[in-house]
């Protein structure tokens, strides 16, 4: 192995100049266990835009209000949007990435999507008029 491919596959390594990054992205991330699509849901879940969604999905679909039920979704996109684009295609995402403290997020968005789809297919069913 020649000195060009030995530095070429130890450049590639984790070392602690990645773990520094996450040290910024996610502060209270335990080094050795790789961020899992689990992690990732709760963490996005408990961010307080996800929390303010999850109480207002909450409460169109206590009051059963279609156009409320709009806005919650359209919101919902938008948080979904931003957590899926912003901020992706960075080089501190990707060394996060890369060194395991950040997961996919398609365990959220898919949740979010089955909340979305839920509130939509609640709020627009009638219910079932009494027989005379």
Do not use: N
């Amino acid at each position: 192995m020649g000195p060009v491919r030995g530095g070429l596959i130890l450049s590639l390594a984790p070392l602690p100049a990645l773990a520094e990054v996450c040290d910024k992205v996610r502060p209270l991330w335990q080094a050795g266990s790789p961020a899992t699509a689990w992690d990732e849901l709760v963490g996005l879940m408990a961010t307080p835009p996800s929390l303010a969604l999850l109480l207002a999905s909450a409460l169109v679909i206590r009051f059963r209000h279609q156009w409320t039920a709009l806005i919650v979704v359209v919101l919902w996109s938008f948080w979904v949007s931003a957590v899926a684009h912003y901020g992706r295609d960075g080089e501190i995402e990707r060394a996060a990435l890369a060194e395991g403290c950040i997961g996919s997020p398609a365990l959220f968005i898919l949740a979010v999507t089955a909340i979305c789809g839920a509130m939509i297919l609640y709020t627009t069913r009638r219910p079932a008029r009494p027989s005379d």
